[in-house]
């Protein structure tokens, strides 16, 4: 099987550059944020850990910072340990700040601020 790092897309006469691997990680994020939200923490966490090992191997960080808020959300919903926690949200506090996610990170901060001392 041959796999196009980008692809040319004409869509209602609109030209765009489509990246799979991009799509990707939309696509499980999706699924994470999903999995989350019907209280299904353990599938969340699993796609989760998917989009961080995707998003490295293909060197494609834009949603990374929010597979660890997620990863910290489901720790905390399925009562990890605190040191667990944490680690997820300064993770996903770190990813953030480099890739200059302002309002998200200002969403981290003030709901989860306690985490992050």
């Known amino acids: 099987m041959f ?3 980008k692809i040319d897309v004409t ?7 489509f990246d799979p691997n991009t799509f990707k990680l939309k696509v499980i994020f999706d ?4 999995k989350y939200d019907t209280e299904f923490y353990n ?3 699993r796609q989760a850990i998917e989009g961080i090992a995707e998003s490295i191997k293909n060197g494609k960080v834009m949603y990374i ?3 660890y ?3 910290g959300q489901c720790y905390e919903q399925l009562g990890y340990p605190e040191e667990e ?3 997820q949200y300064k993770r996903a506090e770190i990813f953030l700040e480099i890739l200059e996610r302002e309002v998200l ?3 981290l901060r003030d709901l989860k601020g306690y985490w992050l001392v």
Do not use: E, Q, S
């Not at 869509?11 to 550059?17: A, H, K, Q, S, W």
């Open 3 to 5: 796999y196009y790092n």
């Open 11 to 17: 869509i209602l006469g609109n030209y765009f550059m």
């Open 31 to 34: 699924k994470v944020k999903t």
């Open 43 to 45: 599938d969340a966490i």
């Open 65 to 67: 910072g929010n597979f």
């Open 69 to 71: 808020y997620y990863l």
């Open 85 to 87: 926690i944490k680690y």
């Open 105 to 107: 990170l200002t969403i």
